[in-house]
């Protein structure tokens, strides 16, 4: 069977360690979790859409519609990707799963790039509102990106490095006091990373512990099965020692009734009924 190691890291926290067989099977769940989520990552073109109504009046509507345009198309490529995965996958193909990981991500790098773009070209510095609806649009969908991507962190750091950085980069190309909130812009991307890193940990290990107990339900099936056997074939074997055995007694039994009929003798006939 499958040997599952639980190797303690510190007083709180284990990591389990296991055979390549098995990890090869959590990685293919994990990214089955991560295409999981390809219907909650087109929600955001709805985002998209208010976005771009919210910026109607202060953007240029070829840049915008252009802009929306270009999203629609990606999200279409996204969504097309996930059902061809799942098709495959419940056709029961092999499947490199590894290959569809990696160009999850690559639709994840391109959809951070179209939204990162969305301040080069759509925010004006000098209107508070303009920069609030584009600042915390683009750090929503940056938050929201940790549970969509976080079972595979590369699909995350495509969206997120594209993205935050992008916008942090046009404040800090912006100058003066802007380049302080770019700073922190940056800044603001490591909680997101650390949390998004904790939580492909817990996706990993919670993965694993199901096959695991997965694991151990077999090895103790396993082993039932094979006492039942070993139960089986002890009671056979009394069954042949009783068979065997039953025969010579019955005979003697026989030789000891007609031996008792001819003995005439009181003493032969007590030790006779002794050794009935």
């Known amino acids: 069977g499958h040997h599952v190691r639980m190797v303690k890291t510190d007083s709180s926290r284990q990591t389990i360690s296991l055979p390549p067989e098995l990890e090869e099977r959590v990685f293919a769940e994990r990214v089955r979790t991560l295409y999981g989520h390809t219907s909650i990552v087109m929600v955001g073109f709805l985002v998209a859409c208010i976005c771009v109504v919210m910026l109607w009046s202060s953007t240029s509507h070829e840049l915008l519609v252009g802009w929306l345009a270009l999203t629609l198309l990606m999200y279409i490529l996204r969504a097309l990707l996930g059902r061809f995965f799942f098709v495959s996958d419940r056709q029961g193909k092999r499947m490199n799963f590894a290959r569809w990981a990696w160009g999850y991500a690559l639709g994840s790098a391109i959809s951070?790039?179209?939204?990162?773009?969305?301040?080069?070209?759509?925010?004006?510095?000098?209107?508070?509102?303009?920069?609030l609806i584009i600042t915390l649009i683009l750090y929503g969908m940056i938050a929201a990106s940790i549970g969509s991507y976080s079972s595979f962190l590369p699909a995350f750091f495509a969206f997120v490095i594209t993205s935050g950085c992008l916008l942090a980069f046009r404040f800090i190309v912006e100058g003066g006091s802007l380049v302080l909130i770019g700073v922190l812009l940056l800044l603001f991307l490591l909680p997101n990373t650390?949390?998004?890193?904790?939580?492909?940990?817990?996706?990993?290990?919670?993965?694993?512990?199901?096959?695991?107990?997965?694991?151990?339900?077999?090895?103790v099936q396993e082993k039932r099965e094979e006492a039942e056997r070993a139960n089986m074939d002890k009671s056979r074997f009394l069954a042949a020692v009783s068979h065997d055995l039953r025969q010579p007694l019955h005979a003697l039994d026989l030789f000891h009734s007609s031996l008792k009929s001819k003995v005439a003798d009181k003493d032969q006939q007590r030790l006779l009924g002794l050794a009935s």
Request: charged content about 20%.
């Open 112 to 131: 951070g790039i179209l939204w990162g773009s969305l301040p080069w070209f759509a925010m004006d510095a000098a209107s508070l509102n303009n920069t």
């Open 194 to 219: 650390i949390y998004a890193v904790t939580l492909s940990k817990t996706i990993r290990e919670s993965i694993a512990r199901r096959f695991e107990r997965e694991v151990l339900l077999a090895d």
